[in-house]
């Protein structure tokens, strides 16, 4: 039996993979990894976007999800970010 979750998840990752895309950036799905990233996006020079994606259905889990979130950084200034983003209402809302 498949896991509603998982699909669900799945489907908001490619919504925002095609998101990205249409912005010009290559986009990798890290599907199955259970890692902190889902997606990561690259585009020329910019920094490599590594991105949690998150769904919820109310405007105050955007809050908490959005307000619990802390970067993972490890003190170097690697060439990348970490962003959560959270999809509510027919729209994403983002940490950065």
């Given at each position: 039996?498949?896991?509603?979750?998982?699909?669900r998840?799945?489907?908001?990752e490619y919504k925002a993979k095609k998101h990205l895309e249409e912005q010009g950036?290559?986009?990798?799905?890290?599907?199955g990894s259970?890692?902190?990233?889902?997606?990561?996006?690259?585009?020329?020079e910019e920094k490599v976007r590594?991105?949690?994606?998150?769904?919820?259905?109310s405007p105050n889990g955007v809050k908490q999800l959005l307000?619990?979130?802390?970067p993972i950084s490890n003190g170097y200034s690697y060439p990348y970010v970490h962003?959560?983003?959270?999809?509510?209402?027919?729209?994403?809302?983002?940490s950065v």
């Amino acid at each position: 039996m498949p896991n509603r979750n998982y699909e669900r998840g799945r489907a908001y990752e490619y919504k925002a993979k095609k998101h990205l895309e249409e912005q010009g950036y290559t986009v990798v799905r890290t599907a199955g990894s259970h890692g902190p990233w889902d997606l990561i996006a690259i585009k020329g020079e910019e920094k490599v976007r590594c991105i949690q994606i998150k769904r919820t259905k109310s405007p105050n889990g955007v809050k908490q999800l959005l307000g619990k979130f802390i970067p993972i950084s490890n003190g170097y200034s690697y060439p990348y970010v970490h962003e959560m983003w959270v999809w509510y209402d027919g729209r994403w809302y983002f940490s950065v």
